[in-house]
């Protein structure tokens, strides 16, 4: 991986991935990509607190198909788990920054005393759970973002959303 792309943190994943595209008028086929073996190392200024991530699954499933570009990612560490899914609708040839874009990203954190090397000193106490969950909207040039964060723990209980009209905008460059 590391003649592809230059990762800034310690690791040893090694990855498979298979593929089939073919593009004329519109793009179809797939890529998928998948953790075989290895792990990320978490950084710390400290190295002796620097901790493997529990890396137990990863998958990128990307389809091609009827105009569309379809991802689902899942991922397993032994923090928590992520699942997400975009698409984009678009008419290739098209500038992509108008394509509409649409997805949802899951996060799990069902023990919140796995991450408590990351807190102060004074939350090393905490037990609970973390759950996020983000729906993406708008046009790739101009994504909207509507999210919530629900927590409970020993500390209490805690419910934030947040939404945005319109994220930063940004030009992919593909």
Partial sequence: MQNFVKIPVE????????????YSQNARGYL?????SGDIILPNKDPKKQMPLG????ALRTRFQNGRIDSTLEGNTRFGSVNANLGISQQFGNKIANAPVSGKINLNVPDLGAIKTFLPA???????RLNAAATIGGRVGSPTIAATLNGTSNYGTAE??????RAPAWTPRL
């Fill in 11 to 22: 690791h040893n994943l090694v990855l498979g991935g298979d593929w089939d595209l073919a």
């Fill in 32 to 36: 998928n990509i998948n953790r075989q």
């Fill in 55 to 58: 890396l137990s699954a990863l």
């Fill in 122 to 128: 004074t939350a090393q106490g905490i037990t609970g």
């Fill in 160 to 165: 934030v959303r947040s939404t945005s009209d």
